[in-house]
């Protein structure tokens, strides 16, 4: 497998809640504020253990609210969130960085062959390169 589907973002969920901004609030002992009520929150838990807080602030206008289209795009960035982590899993499997430091390790040997870059530079350059 060499990409991440909706499918594997999905296998990873085991536990899905959604509240309203003034329901995590209030429960919070934060601020009550009739404006919180637009915003939707989603909390999953991933199989690993691992939480993503997925968000939405809703419309600008409180009484255009619709809670399912608030909880849809909540879940949307929430689902966002895990394709980058299941992402970044993907791109170590498959061997990480190697080829992008083997690239820029030829870049730098030709740019200090053509004379573009003196030793120093080319010293400094590779120990960059190597906080990458």
Not at 25 to 33: D, R, V
Not at 57 to 86: S, T
Request: proline content about 2%.
């Amino acid at each position: 497998m060499n990409k991440v589907t909706l499918e594997d973002v999905e296998a990873e969920i085991v536990f899905e809640q959604y509240v309203r901004g003034s329901q995590a609030c209030s429960k919070a002992g934060i601020l009550e504020s009739d404006i919180l009520d637009k915003a939707t929150i989603c909390f999953m838990i991933l199989r690993g253990g691992w939480v993503v807080i997925g968000r939405n602030a809703g419309p600008v206008d409180p009484n255009l609210f619709d809670p399912k289209i608030g909880e849809q795009m909540a879940r949307k960035d929430a689902l966002y969130q895990i394709w980058h982590v299941l992402g970044y899993q993907l791109h170590c499997r498959m061997g990480g960085d190697r080829g992008f430091r083997s690239s820029k390790e030829k870049e730098l040997h030709e740019m200090r062959l053509s004379g573009i870059l003196d030793l120093e530079e080319a010293r400094v350059r590779v120990r960059l390169m190597e906080l990458l």
